[in-house]
């Protein structure tokens, strides 16, 4: 019985930190019915960087992407002015679930692209793999960020 609680103990303490190197700051995971999908990202959490995002590259790694944050949800509308990859746009809510997916920006078109009401991150991925992939609404994603707001999958 000792043994078993000695064990149960060391799981129970253990948990949260194997938990936690589930996240990297640097990586996105997606999970749906689909499968899942990782992708090594860059944060753009100030509004300076979220304004740059990915304007003036001309390439954009396979497995490489973009992570919008904002400091609460709000309104979201993006628009692809000098941007010269086409990506396909996620737009997830404040538990890390995608609520919409715009495929294929077309590169410098100035038409808003609408995320919806509330949108806390947004993850920008090439054109394409969303629909490779499987991603769409109601797929999950899984990052630190989400940790304050009750993740659908958490760290």
């Known amino acids: ?10 799981c129970t303490m253990a948990a949260p930190a194997l938990a936690a190197q589930n996240c990297v700051r640097h990586r996105v995971d997606l999970r ?3 499968g899942q999908a990782a ?3 860059e944060i753009a959490d100030t509004e300076q ?5 990915l304007m003036f590259r001309d390439s954009l790694a ?5 992570l919008f944050v904002y400091e609460r949800p709000a309104r979201a509308a993006f628009w692809m002015k000098n941007t010269l990859i086409p990506l396909d746009i996620l737009f997830l809510d404040e538990t ?17 692209i609408p995320g919806g009401d509330r949108v806390f991150a947004v993850l920008e991925i090439n054109a394409g793999l969303a629909q490779r992939y499987g991603i769409g609404p109601g797929s999950e994603m899984r990052h630190e960020v989400f940790s304050n707001n009750t993740p659908v999958w958490p760290c």
């Open 39 to 41: 992708f090594t990202v």
């Open 96 to 112: 890390g679930r995608v609520t919409s997916v715009h495929a294929n920006a077309i590169p410098h078109d100035e038409t808003p």
């Open 1 to 10: 019985m000792l043994r078993w609680v000695a064990v149960w103990l060391l």
């Open 62 to 66: 396979r497995g490489a992407g973009m």
């Open 49 to 53: 960087s979220r304004a740059q995002g």
């Open 32 to 34: 749906g019915d689909w």
